[in-house]
């Protein structure tokens, strides 16, 4: 015999208030989640918070993003934004003639570059040596002369086109000084360009170099932010 109308009735409501009650636990614990658990940190919101600590990197944030841009390298590859990724890179612009600042510049950021070496090579911060006397800087010729210094660094002997446009990107200078008998000088922007490990223009470096603050400066950056 079928139970009375009213019976079926409380039984079908005590299924309903069981099933919604289940439903709002799992809705509370589906908020409660997304409410207290842990959010990533944006990077860019990461970097910003590291800039009380720099010792001499002038970080920018938001950092700038870059224009397409392929220099060719000394072995004769051609590197562009995406050869940079995943890593955070020094560019720093020289010639192979220069007297005293260039070779300076990389002795000194050669011990820098022999501290991160006990980084794992995943997250290590690079250096991008990038001529700006492409007329004699020959390929080979900058590849010998930078890894003379450190035989990491990566060396660009771009066309006077690619040099043009990368040196204008990123707001650094050069020019062809006339010397004496027709031989020529170039003068360069000293300041170093920082690039995230996204290839965009991250921070700034001027002289004077010291290359423990260096070292420092890319090291926590590269094991917080990379």
Known sequence: MNPPFHSRGAAGRTVLVAAAALLAAGAGLYFGMHRFSPVAPDPS?????MKPQMRTVRLITPARELPAWSLRMSDESTATPATLQGRWTLVFLG????ADVCPMTLSELSKA??????LPEAHRPR??????????????????YTHYFHP?????????????????????????VPG????????????????????????LISPPLDARKISDDLRLLAERAP
């Open 45 to 49: 919101e990461r970097v910003a918070s």
């Open 95 to 98: 010639f192979t003639h220069c």
């Open 113 to 118: 570059q022999k501290e991160w070496a006990a």
């Open 127 to 144: 250096l991008m040596f990038v001529t700006v006397d492409p007329e004699r800087d020959t390929p080979k010729l900058v590849g010998d």
């Open 152 to 176: 990491e660094t990566l060396a660009a002997s771009p066309t006077p086109e690619q040099l043009a446009a990368f040196a204008k990107d990123l707001g650094l200078v050069y020019m062809k």
């Open 180 to 203: 004496a008998n027709g031989d020529y000088e170039m003068d360069h922007s000293a300041t170093m360009v920082l690039l995230d490990p996204q290839g965009r223009q991250a921070g």
